[in-house]
């Protein structure tokens, strides 16, 4: 028996995760936010070089990068010029 802890939490197709990996090689910020959107609460595994690119541990999902793409800024780092 299979049990689904969060019903928010599922899959996302193919197709989309290879237009968030393709924006994100583009370096198409605006795709990759609006991709990003679709992709909160993913579960399937990011590939492991794109996880060290984006800062993320190896392991972490395609909702993770989601979330860490659309989070605002630290408010903690030094302001330009400081």
Do not use: H
Request: with cysteine; hydrophobic share 40%.
């Amino acid at each position: 028996m299979y049990i689904v802890r969060n019903a928010s939490r599922q899959q996302a197709p193919p197709a989309l995760r290879d237009r968030f990996l393709f924006a994100l090689d583009q370096r198409d910020d605006a795709a990759v936010r609006e991709i990003a959107g679709d992709l909160r609460g993913c579960v399937n595994l990011l590939p492991t070089l794109t996880c060290i690119q984006l800062g993320l541990t190896p392991g972490s999902t395609y909702g993770d990068a989601a979330e860490a793409v659309t989070k605002p800024p630290s408010s903690v780092l030094p302001a330009e010029g400081a």
